[in-house]
């Protein structure tokens, strides 16, 4: 049973443009969610975050949305740059579940000069 | 100044041979994770220390044990690996648990299992 999902494996985006990447998740109970971002041999590094309460939280090119009654999540990267391409992982946690982070499967940005 | 290491980057061991896989980290963090991440698949928890408190997952089989001597160090033991253990493993670190609030996770590089 995989709580959060990240159904497009990969996406290919123009630099200059909008990079949408997308995530949906099942537990109700979820109250924290975190976007990382992983490139080739090295791990995942924390980019952006929002906190249940939220709609949105915006931090430079990266913004996140949440829509917690169709629990689901996206990550806009305006513009896109050679440089985002990368992995980019999913995550949430509940607070009263033990906190512990569930990640979905991850999407591979690859930005186009 | 890389601040969650690991060793080696890549370890290759023989099906049933004991491996350890080894964390360090530089950040005083309380709490150290050790996930699994197969190819194309999201990393999934096998066990964290809180301090010197072992918290396994349910689901964790009994073949992977873990053990931390101090605050900086981490290790992964992986008894009998089989040919379904070959993935990448990547220690992480954070003050708090994940989940208070948004504490975020340090990774480290991952160390690649090949399993012959």
């Known amino acids: 049973d995989q709580q959060v999902k990240q159904n497009s494996p990969s996406l290919s985006v123009q630099e200059g443009r909008i990079s949408i990447l997308n995530c949906d998740y099942t537990n109700s109970m979820f109250d924290y969610f975190l976007w990382y971002k992983k490139y080739p041999a090295e791990g995942p590094t924390f980019l952006i975050s929002i906190s249940s309460i939220k709609d949105k939280n915006e931090d430079g090119r990266f913004t996140v949305f949440l829509n917690k009654s169709a629990k689901h999540l996206s990550l806009h990267i305006v513009p896109s740059q050679p440089g985002d391409s990368a992995v980019y992982f999913c995550?949430?946690?509940?607070?009263?579940?033990?906190?512990?982070?569930?990640f979905g499967q991850g999407t591979e940005l690859s930005v186009k000069p | 100044d890389a601040m969650v290491i690991q060793n080696p980057r890549y370890q290759v061991t023989q099906f049933g041979k004991p491996v350890t896989l080894s964390c360090s980290q530089t950040?005083?963090?309380?709490?150290m994770y050790w996930y699994q991440q197969k190819s194309s698949q999201a990393p999934k928890l096998l066990f964290h220390y809180y301090d010197k408190d072992f918290n396994n997952e349910a689901d964790t089989p009994d073949n992977f044990q873990s053990r931390r001597p101090n605050t900086s160090f981490c290790f992964l033991d992986i008894r009998s690996p089989g040919l379904g253990d070959a993935a990448m493993y990547l220690c992480?670190?954070?003050?708090?648990?994940?989940?208070?609030?948004?504490?975020?996770?340090?990774f480290g590089s991952g160390t690649q299992l090949s399993v012959l």
């Open positions: 992480a670190t954070s003050r708090r648990l994940s989940g208070t609030g948004d504490e975020k996770l340090f």
């Open positions: 950040l005083n963090h309380n709490v």
């Open positions: 995550a949430a946690s509940a607070y009263n579940q033990g906190g512990k982070l569930i």
